[in-house]
C-alpha cells in the first residue's frame, strides 16, 4: 500500500504515545503497511535504528490485507450513489480497519474480531455508533467491546466525519444535526449517515462472518437516531434483519413512522438530563424518551409484562405482538453518558464518565448468551 508521511502522522499517533512503545509498534506496521516508512518515523523521533530487524510476525503485527478501488457496485444509496469497498487493513491480531465509499463520503470503522477468527464460520455481531465529537477507539472503551470481541462477537464500530467547524458528527437526518457545521458529500450532495451505515454492513458482510439471524446494534446519544433509523431501513427490507437493538440517553424524531417488527429493544435513560440535551432537544424539536418510546410501544403492539423499581433504577419490561421484548431503564442517578462506561463524572455535551446504575454493556452480553437480567 503507497504510503505519504504527511497523510500518516495522524495514524502514528494513534499507535505511537513515546519513543519506547515506537521501537515495539508491530501495529503501526501493520496499519501503515510501509516497513521503510516507519524506520523513517523512528529516525525522526531519535532512534537510530528506526525499528528492530525484526519481522512482522515478531513484532506482533499482521500483515495488511488492503482491497482498493470502487468497482464493484454492491448496492445503491436510493440517491444515485454507489457503495464501495475502499480498503480493509490489519490494525493488530484482532483489529481491523474498514474503509467504504457510500453516502456521499468514506467512512471507517474499527472492526474488532474474535480470538481465533474463522471468516468461514457465523458470528454474533454488534455494530456500535458513538456520539456527538466522539469516535470509534474511544466509543469502543466506553462499551467494553473488548470484553464483547474476546466472548466471541465481531464488533464494527463506523466513525462519524468531521464536519465544517471540525466536529465529528453524524449527519443526515435533518434536525438531528446538532452544529450548523453540516458537511458536504464529495458528490456535492449532504452526507447521509444512514446510507453510510447501511453501506458498512453491505461490505462488512461480505468481507466478515457475520450471522445474518443475529446482528445487534447499540447506540449512544446522537447516533441513537441513527441506529432507530438504521435499524427501520433494514427492517424494511427483511423484519427482525436487527436481532436486538440497544439504546442510550439519546432521541429518536421519527418514532412514527418506525415499525421494528422482530427487533428487541433495551432502551436506557437518565431522569436526570442535563441543561444541554434540554436545550438541544428544545430548539430542534425532538421528542422526549417517553414521548418516542410510547410511539415505538405502540408500534410494535407492547403491553406491559412487570415493572421493577428501586432506589436507583425503574426498569418495566414489556411483551410485543411481534414476538419481541422491549425493556426500559430510567435511571434516577445517571447522566448523559455511556451507561456503564469508567469515571464517575458526567460531561454534557459527549457523555464522559458515568453515574449510571446500570452497564449496559454488561446486560448486551449477558443477553447474547441468554441471561436477560441486568
Not at 186 to 210: E, P
Not at 221 to 241: I, Y
Amino acid at each position: 500500500m503507497a504510503s505519504d508521511f504527511s497523510l500518516s502522522m495522524d495514524r502514528i499517533d494513534q499507535f505511537i504515545p513515546d519513543k519506547t512503545t515506537f521501537k515495539l509498534a508491530g501495529e503501526a506496521v501493520a496499519a501503515l503497511g510501509d516497513v521503510g516508512l516507519v524506520r523513517q518515523i523512528g529516525k525522526s523521533l531519535g532512534l537510530t535504528d528506526g525499528l528492530p530487524s525484526l519481522s512482522l510476525e515478531e513484532l506482533g503485527g499482521d500483515k495488511v490485507n488492503v482491497r482498493e478501488g470502487r468497482s464493484d457496485k454492491l448496492v445503491g444509496d436510493g440517491a444515485g450513489r454507489e457503495v464501495n469497498l475502499v480498503s480493509r487493513q490489519s490494525i493488530s491480531k484482532n483489529q481491523e480497519e474498514l474503509t467504504v465509499h457510500a453516502g456521499g463520503r468514506e467512512i471507517k470503522s474499527l472492526v474488532l474480531l474474535p480470538d481465533n477468527y474463522d471468516p468461514s464460520k457465523k458470528y454474533t455481531t454488534i455494530v456500535a455508533l458513538h456520539g456527538f465529537t466522539a469516535n470509534a477507539k474511544g466509543f469502543a472503551e466506553s462499551i467494553d467491546a473488548e470484553r464483547m470481541r474476546s466472548q466471541g462477537a465481531i464488533v464494527i464500530l463506523p466513525e462519524a466525519s468531521r464536519n465544517k467547524i471540525g466536529l465529528r458528527e453524524w449527519q443526515g437526518i435533518g434536525g438531528q444535526n446538532i452544529t450548523p457545521g453540516i458537511a458536504t458529500g464529495d458528490d456535492g450532495k449532504k452526507i447521509n449517515d444512514t446510507q453510510a451505515i447501511l453501506g458498512t454492513l453491505a461490505i462488512a458482510k461480505k468481507q466478515y462472518g457475520i450471522d445474518p439471524k443475529d446482528l445487534n446494534m447499540l447506540a449512544f446519544s446522537q447516533g441513537v437516531a441513527f441506529a432507530f433509523d438504521v435499524a427501520d431501513r433494514l427492517d424494511k427490507q427483511e423484519p427482525g434483519a436487527v436481532k436486538r437493538l440497544f439504546a442510550a440517553t439519546g432521541t429518536v424524531p421519527n418514532a412514527e413512522n418506525l415499525s421494528l417488527k422482530g427487533t428487541e429493544i433495551v432502551h436506557y435513560e437518565p431522569k436526570r438530563r442535563n441543561y444541554v440535551q434540554k436545550a438541544w432537544n428544545f430548539i430542534q424539536d425532538n421528542p422526549s424518551a417517553d414521548e418516542f418510546m410510547s410511539q415505538i410501544e405502540k408500534n410494535k403492539g407492547c403491553r406491559t409484562l412487570n415493572k421493577e423499581n428501586s432506589d436507583k433504577l425503574s426498569t418495566t419490561n414489556f411483551t410485543c405482538t411481534d414476538g419481541t421484548t422491549l425493556t426500559t431503564h430510567v435511571d434516577r442517578r445517571g447522566g448523559h453518558a455511556f451507561p456503564g462506561q469508567p469515571e464517575a463524572r458526567d460531561f454534557a455535551i459527549v457523555g464522559r464518565g458515568s453515574r449510571a446504575s446500570v452497564k449496559l454493556s454488561v446486560a448486551l452480553l449477558e443477553d447474547l448468551v441468554g441471561n436477560r437480567k441486568i
